[in-house]
DNA sequence: AAATAAATTAAACAAATGATTAATTAACAC
DNA sequence: GTGTTAATTAATCATTTGTTTAATTTATTT
């Protein structure tokens, strides 16, 4: 068995090669779809050495689920927390950061919605993801905003499902959109890049509306 | 084998009931997570008679698989055509049909956004979907419009992006917003059926803006 | 350098899973 | 009713796939 006092900085390379593999594999094809050879051949490592290091295809899985959420809920957390920033600024930086983060990341998204689906083990009960926006700056400066007559709607859910909607679906049916419009990877992205001027507006036009 | 001129009407309920609960279980987790025997036994039949019927899981899967896709465009596509309405009452009935759609069938959105990702065998090549938003009076109407300077955003996908990523993200992110909002099944449905009057007012409000 | 522990490998195992076979039952034609 | 075809079943097959084992190589310690 690995004992973890002993690996030294150097030799966590195996380790970490077959982290970013499954990485990879899980968020392409879900965890269903993967087999652990596909991860061991794409890190160039011996198909034991998956189970050597982390036990079990299910075990591997949860630390690349955990990390992947994490992930994707740093930079929003971050941004909706800043004491600085207005609401509106918020949003601006909200879409910024996505749009280029699922540009980056064009496999986390939908891999997330369809794991977290398949339950994931109840995942969505042990984050503490209602706190962290309960909580959060974004969401008192939505409630004053309310209270102040600036925002038609009150339900702080409805801004949310439209800002996350009108940034992440258009990744999500991309194949559809891209179908639709005749449009080869670089001209989606130029569509996304567009969208991050576009949502900032257009949700600012929503918000005074009843 | 099974000769298709022989099977009488009657006796067709073997075949369905193949079918049916093969599209419960595809759409619920998807082609790899799906076992034939899940499928046989929801169909409360014997495991070689879907084969028997269908060949193999790939063959039924991808006839569950146009019929969702074909079901999912054929709501859509008759809004879109339609000579009599506007425009502004096309968004309205697009929200209204589709949220209600998708209200009864949870699954299919992140099914076939999911399946198709995963190719499924190009099938965003073979379905003439450019063509039907092309040749749609929908599509007619927009450009109009864009002209006549009742729409800022020139580009109809963007429109389109727009109009689906209100209605159909929440769904998709649906144990999400659970999560955040802390709400059941119910109060979820509830917020849904309040985004039937939202989202084309809000829509409306988005098209004014540049 | 010898001894010990960790890392790696090839091979094999056991369970799951899609598919088939051969036998049986039910339906239908004449 | 008899014979023929279709439908159904239980059993089995062949692969795939997650995991383990036992041996070997590499690294570390003393």
Chains 1, 2 share one sequence.
Do not use: C
């Not at 879900?30 to 991860?39: C, E, F, H, N, W």
């Not at 007559?149 to 049916?173: Q, R, S, T, W, Y």
């Amino acid at each position: 068995m690995a004992k973890k006092k002993l690996i030294k900085a150097e030799d966590a390379s195996t380790e970490e090669k077959i982290k970013a593999a499954a990485r990879d594999v899980f968020h392409k094809k879900g965890y269903a779809a993967t087999r652990t050879r596909d991860i061991a051949e794409k890190a160039g490592i011996n198909l034991a050495l998956l189970n050597y290091y982390f036990r079990s295809k299910e075990k591997l899985f949860d630390i690349i689920m955990l990390e992947t959420v994490f992930e994707f809920m740093q930079s929003m957390a971050l941004v909706m927390n800043d004491n600085k920033s207005s609401l509106e600024k918020k949003v601006e930086l909200i879409t910024f950061n996505y749009i280029d983060f699922i540009t980056r990341e064009p496999n986390i998204p939908i891999f997330m919605l369809s794991e977290i689906r398949n339950n994931a083990d109840g995942l969505m009960e042990k984050l503490p993801i209602r706190q962290l926006v309960l909580n959060s700056i974004f969401f008192k400066q939505h409630q004053e905003a309310v209270v102040k007559g600036k925002i038609a709607e009150p339900d702080p859910l409805h801004f949310l499902m439209n800002i996350l909607g009108l940034i992440v679906f258009p990744f999500i049916a991309k194949p559809l959109f891209k179908g639709i419009g005749g449009l080869n990877e670089n001209q989606f992205n130029k569509l996304m890049q567009e969208r991050k001027k576009l949502v900032p507006v257009w949700i600012k036009a929503m918000i005074k509306v009843k």
